[in-house]
């Protein structure tokens, strides 16, 4: 698609999401640790197990969906060439297409060795989540030239392993660009400008049903979370009705 068409990418946690986004054409599906977050209730992706990826991969995938179905090896899953095939083959045994880690270059190895096994990999560079508490927080990378030479290393070695695309989280915009028009694998943007080959959200956050934070770069066009308050608040009142008439009938 690159070149050719934007490519919208969402997360999907579970089997109804998957089958909506599904059911809206979205073409990549991740089921992306952030459910670490937003379904799990932890207050960042580091605590999230290879348990609880299989899990929502399974139900995501029980939607046998047309879109490409990826899936996040959470933090501490591939910290060497084996434990990454051995955990890359449980999210594919789950229902995954495709595997996603965070990284370029200091995983190189580990890709290669996916990739290998024949399991697509989608690579994700900038800011990487799980690396929240060694970097004090949640900022845009590429500002400096350090940062910008680095970011562009990561993104040639995952070309160079075999990536087939790659995410590009909280990547100066300019910088993003540019890698965007000097690989040949799609670049999907997430709080990274709008000139990358694609963009991906966490769906919850378009939806402005995630429950403790809502990133800057989204705005949500719509609050899901006031129609469904209304629905509690409609049915409560509907049965305090059937009560109440039935005490009068009394
Ligand atoms: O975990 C996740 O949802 C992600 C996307 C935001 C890219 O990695």
Redesign the pocket.
């Known amino acids: 698609m690159k070149g050719c068409k934007p490519i919208a990418a969402l997360?999907a946690y579970d089997y109804p999401m998957a089958r909506m986004l599904d059911e809206c054409g979205v073409p990549l599906l991740?089921v992306?640790?952030?459910l670490g977050m937003v379904v799990l209730g932890l207050p960042d992706?580091t605590g999230v197990k290879m348990a609880d990826m299989e899990h929502h991969t399974r139900a995501a995938a029980r939607a046998q969906p047309n879109a490409l179905l990826a899936a996040?090896l959470p933090k501490g899953s591939y910290g060497n060439v084996e434990t990454a095939v051995a955990n890359a083959r449980r999210l594919v045994d789950a229902g995954a297409e495709a595997v996603?880690a965070e990284g370029g270059l200091s995983i190189r190895p580990q890709i290669e060795a996916i990739v290998a096994e024949g399991i697509p990999f989608l690579g994700?560079i900038g800011m990487l989540?799980q690396n929240v508490h060694v970097e004090g927080g949640y900022r845009v990378k590429g500002k400096t030239d350090d940062e910008l030479e680095g970011i562009i290393r990561d993104a040639e070695a995952l070309v160079e392993a075999g990536a087939f695309s790659v995410?590009l989280?909280l990547v100066a915009p300019a910088v993003a660009a540019r890698i965007t028009r000097e690989i040949p694998i799609p670049t999907i943007g997430?709080g990274s400008g709008t000139d990358c080959d694609g963009q991906?959200l966490?769906t919850t956050d378009l939806w402005a049903t995630s429950p403790d934070y809502i990133p800057r770069h989204v705005q949500p066009n719509m609050q899901v979370p006031i129609e469904m308050r209304q629905a509690v608040g409609d049915w409560m009142k509907s049965f305090k009705t059937i009560e109440t008439q039935e005490l009068k009938r009394d």
Do not use: A, N, R
Request: hydrophobic content about 35%.
């Open positions: 997360t991740l992306g640790d952030s992706t996040d996603k994700h989540p995410v989280e997430i991906i966490v």
